[in-house]
């Protein structure tokens, strides 16, 4: 079969799904149809309704669009079935149920953002950074009834550098799942729907990879400066990590305060830092007797600011206090005055 005969239906909504469908339209592929999530309220009242960008990228070149509110609706499975598509191809959507990922005959596979088994979940590049991998990568994947957890068709491996972000890491996987996608589609084709693939082994599940909610993005300074670290840049530019602000005048009230780039200083806080408990999936390697620099302690020197953590001074580089735009720490520094007397929490 060729590629032109194929008949591909493609379902995703953020913009790292964009990726694939770009290179499965640019590249020849018979895409007959899209599948995306429905169009989102946002503005202050919901008023205003926001396409996906895998809405934007299909009407732009003039392929059909469903946005169903349900998996399982009839209508919506009517429509589907109507496009006689020989294989589904999915980037970033949600689980589907098997009426639907059974219907084409050649089956439908996934692109994940991560080394399946490891990394199951809704955040795969968030939490490899926040874990400090690294090595990550994309997989292609048969969909079956559990998430995540089909029969693999093919990886390819992506390095994390020790100062990548969560942006840095997203483009450069959008960019290889798309390769993958493509590679994955012309298997298909060379084997006539009969591709080899093999089973996941759970016990090389080391991660899981839950949604990112913003209770998940409160920054800990009692884990060491590298876990928080890591922590930082595996949710920067978005959703952000947080903190507040508090003043140690226990009658003044409290700001958030997010921060998007630290550095490591190598400076110790002198012997240990006091700790607080920690989440368990933070869980951290700490003192066991807690004396020196509290925790969360701020201070500046040379126009640089620096917060202590349980083994070493963390440095603050990019910021952004409530209500403000994001800045460099060194401008932040201009209007906010002792810093010792306050602490981040």
Known sequence: ???????????????????????LVENGYNVVAVVT?????????????????????A?????????????????????????NADLQVVV??????EVVWAMPRFGTFNVHAALLPDYRGAAPINW??????TLTGVTTFFLDHDIDTGRIIAQRQFPIPDDADVEYVYDGLMQLGAQLCTDTVDLVLSTDGDVPSQPQKDSDARHAAP??????????????AKRIYDFVR????????WCLLTPRDANAPAQVLKIYKTAKTGESTAGGALVSSAPDYKAANTHDQPTGVEVGTLKAENRRLLVATVDEWLEILELQPAGKKRMAARDYLNGFQHPEHFLLK
């Open 1 to 23: 079969m060729e590629k032109k005969n194929l008949r591909i239906v493609f379902m995703g909504t953020p913009e790292f799904a964009v990726g694939s469908l770009q290179r």
């Open 37 to 57: 999530q429905p169009d989102k309220p946002v503005g202050r009242h919901g008023s205003v309704l926001r396409p996906s960008p895998v809405k934007e990228y």
């Open 59 to 83: 009407l732009a070149h003039g392929l059909p669009v469903l946005q169903p509110l349900k998996m399982k609706d009839e209508h919506f499975l009517e429509q589907l079935r109507s496009y």
């Open 92 to 97: 970033a959507f949600r689980m589907l149920p």
């Open 128 to 133: 490899a950074v926040i874990n400090g991998e």
């Open 211 to 224: 949604k990112i909610f913003k209770e998940t993005c409160a920054i800990d300074f009692s884990l060491t």
């Open 234 to 241: 595996g949710l920067s530019p978005a959703p952000g990590a």
